[in-house]
């Protein structure tokens, strides 16, 4: 009977405990997966300062996370800014424990002269699965690119894998300009 209470005891503190901001998690399953945003999550703004105005645009934006260790990782990042040319970028990252996000996309291929694009973030349970909300901003003194938004895993047999929201292309073919000579890991 003892055993019996024990173990109704430790099942129970272990699906009462919350997944909240001080729950410390290890994200290494990131690796390996791939994040896209969602409809909801495509609306962005292009400022000009000059004119103080705001412009929506649609921005897609897909990372293929190909290494993870003691927090970092890094992988390959296509983006689509309206009806632009696909971007590549390079991205490395840091996870908190806790789910704070801090990324980094270079531009790939890198040039003298190129500048990073910071974001930062936090990992957000929505509706039982893990999101990356996300913001970022990017651009000139004369322009410059707004976006914030829950990223989502995508995977081979998902909807979205096939057709990503706002370019109706597969992950391959938005992805595949920009995974040739994918990043490997870092030196220990």
């Known amino acids: ?27 290494r399953w990131l690796n390996g997966t791939t994040w896209y945003v969602p409809t909801s999550g495509l609306p962005a703004y292009i400022y000009t300062p000059l004119q103080n105005t705001i412009t929506p645009v649609q921005d897609q934006t897909v990372y293929t996370i190909t290494g993870y260790r003691n927090g ?13 040319d696909i971007s590549c970028m390079s991205l490395v990252g840091s996870v908190t424990p806790e789910g704070s996000i801090y990324l980094t996309f270079t531009p790939f291929p890198f040039s003298p ?14 509706s039982g699965k893990w999101t990356m909300q996300n913001q970022m901003s990017t651009g ?5 690119l707004g976006h914030w938004a829950y990223m989502v895993q995508t995977k081979p047999d998902s909807a ?19 995974l040739d000579a994918a990043p490997t890991a870092p030196p220990p």
Request: glycine letters at 10%; a negative charge; hydrophobic letters at 40%.
């Open 1 to 27: 009977m003892k055993s019996i209470r024990l173990a109704i005891a430790v099942y129970l503190s272990v699906i009462s405990v919350p997944a909240d901001a001080d729950t410390v998690l290890d994200w």
């Open 72 to 84: 970092y990782f890094w992988g390959r990042t296509a983006g689509q800014v309206g009806t632009n």
């Open 113 to 126: 002269g190129d500048e990073p694009t910071i974001g930062i973030g936090t990992m957000v349970r929505k």
């Open 140 to 144: 000139t003194p004369s322009l410059q």
């Open 160 to 178: 979205s894998w096939s057709s990503l929201p706002g370019v109706g292309v597969s992950v391959p073919e938005f992805m595949s300009a920009c």
